[in-house]
């Protein structure tokens, strides 16, 4: 099974693909999308359909797993990012690709155990379960491969 997992944002937004192999998880990519802060809304939601349709092309995942929006005080902020989850789900469902859509807490249980966990906690936990996971991320980047990681937990 191969994973395109996003922590999606439209300032930034993690991605990784991961595979499950015989015997561990294997990270194939990682990164952080970022879109240019001055531009238009629906210039930087291109910039991350072109990245997504390009990930999908290159890695060929059979999932997409993507986190659900965490509920933001900043309407503008959560229905910008609603709308980046919308067009990585459009694009996976185009490809082919079956959909996970994880909740914040259900990552940090499968991940540290603990569904509160702070960032400093998925980050620690990401590198011990992942050894060839960066050591100098964007948090974001480290977002997405606990989604990723999580995915191919509950698929095993």
């Known amino acids: 099974m191969r994973v395109l997992a996003i922590d999606p944002g439209y300032d930034r937004f993690g991605v990784a693909v991961l595979e499950h192999g015989a015997e561990r998880e294997t990270l194939l990519h990682s990164g952080c999308v970022l879109t240019d802060k001055q531009a238009n809304l629906p210039d930087r939601l291109q ?10 092309a290159t890695h060929q995942p059979d999932t997409l797993a993507i986190e659900t929006l965490f509920f933001n005080k900043n309407q503008k902020t959560a229905l910008g990012v609603a709308q980046v989850r919308g067009i990585c789900i ?20 499968a991940v ?9 906690a998925v980050i620690d936990m990401v590198c011990r379960l992942l050894p060839d996971a960066p050591t100098d991320a964007l948090d974001d980047e480290y977002d997405a491969i606990a989604v990723g990681i999580t995915t191919l937990a509950h698929h095993r």
Do not use: F, M, N, W
Not at 92 to 109: D, M, Y
């Open 112 to 120: 540290t155990g603990y569904g509160k966990s702070d960032k400093r």
């Open 90 to 109: 459009y694009l996976a469902k185009h490809a082919g690709c079956q959909v996970v859509e994880l909740s914040p807490q259900e990552i940090k249980i």
């Open 47 to 56: 910039v991350v359909g072109e990245a997504v349709e390009e990930l999908i």
